[in-house]
């Protein structure tokens, strides 16, 4: 079955980074375009970044453009994030799912607390 297992999460201050993994299994990774998301408090699960399947084309949402990185390596069904010059508002848990259309289920997300 689909599984997807988010990792590298924690607490830092404003200004610091930190890199998030995401192995998947259970589907054929190396062919779909895969993104993460993220919840804040008290708000709806947001698209924050996506790879396509090669690598080739990334897309951003705008909030995090210039300071997030995402990248994936198909031979160990991993997709990444890296994150620098966080900010409070990036505080949420993140997740990482098929884009644009999920695979119906979820992990159970990493959590990044960004303190000011």
């Known amino acids: 079955q689909v599984q997807l297992v988010e990792s590298g999460g924690g607490s830092v201050q404003t200004g610091g980074s930190l890199r998030l993994s995401c192995a998947a299994s259970g589907f054929t990774f190396r062919f779909n375009t895969m993104g993460w998301f993220r919840e804040a408090p008290g708000k709806e699960r947001e698209f924050v970044a996506s790879i396509t399947w090669s690598g080739e084309s990334t897309f951003y949402v705008g909030s995090v453009k210039g300071r997030f990185t995402i990248s994936r390596d198909n031979a160990k069904n991993t997709v990444y994030l890296q994150m620098n010059s966080l900010k409070p508002e990036d505080t949420a848990v993140y997740y990482c799912?098929?884009?644009?259309?999920?695979?119906?289920?979820w992990g159970q997300g990493t959590r990044v607390t960004v303190s000011s």
């Open positions: 799912n098929r884009h644009p259309t999920s695979l119906g289920v």
